[in-house]
């Protein structure tokens, strides 16, 4: 009985964090689905840079094949919401990815700028509130990939079109 209360309160808890923390980002983690996240690793660099940081990671759906991808590289994954955040926790102290960091941070008020390497998959608001911290922060030749929502005021070099249901897009800038 003791068990079962537990468990009903860390339910309703884990619940109750998801939802408090959708409403302060204003949206919840999305997961990128299996297709989306094949082709965007498939169009990464053979050997993209020093440090990659993954903006709103949620459940690491991004961060844990790209720190696989990239196993010399450090790969950063910032979420700000308490339960992805733990699961992304449990999840590599099982897996073990040595160059992946899991920080708890609001990616609005991170220093990107020793990052070369961005990987997003935000909304609308997110990407244009985005842009401005990119221009201050980041350096020339840095790359941002998005998908699904593109920079609103930034010329992508390449667009990919997944064939999925949605016709997903995939963008990638340079600084």
């Not at 980002?25 to 989306?36: A, E, H, K, L, Q």
């Not at 509130?129 to 005021?153: E, V």
Request: with cysteine.
């Amino acid at each position: 009985m003791l068990l079962l209360s537990i468990l009903v309160i860390i339910t309703f808890t884990s619940i109750l964090l998801i939802f408090i923390f959708s409403i302060i980002n204003g949206i919840s983690s999305m997961p990128t689905s299996s297709i989306v996240k094949d082709v965007l690793l498939q169009h990464l660099p053979a050997h993209p840079s020093n440090n990659i940081a993954e903006l709103g990671a949620g459940f690491g759906t991004l961060a844990f094949p790209i720190a696989k991808k990239y196993s010399p590289t450090t790969v950063t994954a910032y979420e700000n919401s308490w339960i992805p955040y733990l699961f992304m926790r449990i999840k590599n102290t099982i897996s073990c990815h040595q160059n992946l960091r899991i920080q708890r941070k609001n990616i609005y008020q991170v220093d990107l700028s020793r990052h070369d390497f961005l990987v997003c998959y935000l909304y609308p608001k997110a990407m244009t509130r985005l842009q401005d911290q990119f221009q201050k922060q980041l350096a020339p030749g840095t790359i941002i990939i998005s998908h699904t929502f593109a920079l609103p005021n930034w010329k992508p070099y390449k667009i990919i079109t997944v064939h999925d249901l949605y016709q997903t897009k995939i963008y990638f800038y340079l600084v």
